[in-house]
């Protein structure tokens, strides 16, 4: 359903910027990707992946143990790239435009983990689970905005604007986890050394709580300077999974 609808918006708004198209400014850039200063849903969503991954792999290592909790740490100077490409309509006789940006993203992760749990009965403490390591998430997404976009300033050939709306996040990747992990029982000790990796496909596949889209708001502004006529460079600022810092071209049809 949701492919359909951001489908059905691509060719709406390219379809009525060819009929319009004196009104039409595309986009071309390239920028930076964090996900520092915010706490986002990309994040925990994250989290919640590495969480499970592990859980399930010391369910699997030592059965019957249910692993309730442990300490997730990530990194939030995590940071990728992406590529841009920004469609406007520029509405005649009013300072507003309405958008459509798709974004190519690809970032990392790093995270550590660090655990340390014991199941006792009567005091009696029957297993001890400790584990330690370090990862990454690897994530990469074709993303859509939908837009609206207003001209703040206008002073020769600078321009300054401000826009919001929505964007879909729907994402891929992988999760590696290199760890120490030690269970230790009356019986002895089990003792796990390596490396973990799993697709986001292959979690998604045991658990149904990873989505496969994120909807959120997105905040910007641009800043633009005309070279020629139809031709200028573009600086632009945005929150939403993260800050995303990215210059490049727009050319007015």
Do not use: H
Not at 44 to 57: A, G, K, L, W
């Amino acid at each position: 359903m949701k492919t359909k609808l951001i489908v059905g918006l691509t060719v709406f708004f390219v379809s009525f910027g060819f009929v319009l198209a004196e009104n039409v400014e595309i986009q071309l850039s390239y920028g930076r990707w964090s996900l520092s200063p915010l706490t986002t849903i990309v994040e925990r969503e994250s989290e919640n992946m590495i969480r499970e991954t592990y859980r399930r792999f010391v369910e699997d290592f030592f059965p019957g143990l249910a692993l309730s909790s442990f300490i997730t740490a990530i990194d939030l100077s995590s940071s990728g790239q992406y590529f841009c490409f920004g469609f406007w309509y520029n509405l005649k006789n009013t300072q507003f435009s309405l958008g459509l940006r798709g974004n190519y993203v690809d970032f990392q992760l790093p995270y550590s983990i660090d655990a340390d749990q014991s199941i006792s009965f009567l005091q009696y403490e029957l297993v001890r689970l400790k584990t330690s390591g370090e990862g990454e998430v690897n994530i990469n997404s074709l993303t859509i905005s939908v837009l609206g976009r207003w001209k703040a300033l206008s002073q020769g050939r600078i321009g300054l604007f401000l826009y919001g709306g929505l964007i879909f996040f729907p994402y891929q990747g992988d999760l590696s986890i290199n760890q120490n992990t030690m269970i230790q029982t009356p019986l002895g000790d089990l003792v796990y050394q390596g490396a973990l990796d799993q697709t986001i496909s292959q979690i998604r596949t045991w658990n149904e709580d990873v989505p496969l889209t994120i909807i959120s708001p997105e905040l910007g502004m641009q800043f633009q300077v005309k070279l020629l006529k139809n031709l200028g460079l573009v600086l632009d600022v945005a929150l939403s999974q993260g800050s995303l810092f990215s210059a490049g071209l727009f050319f007015i049809l």
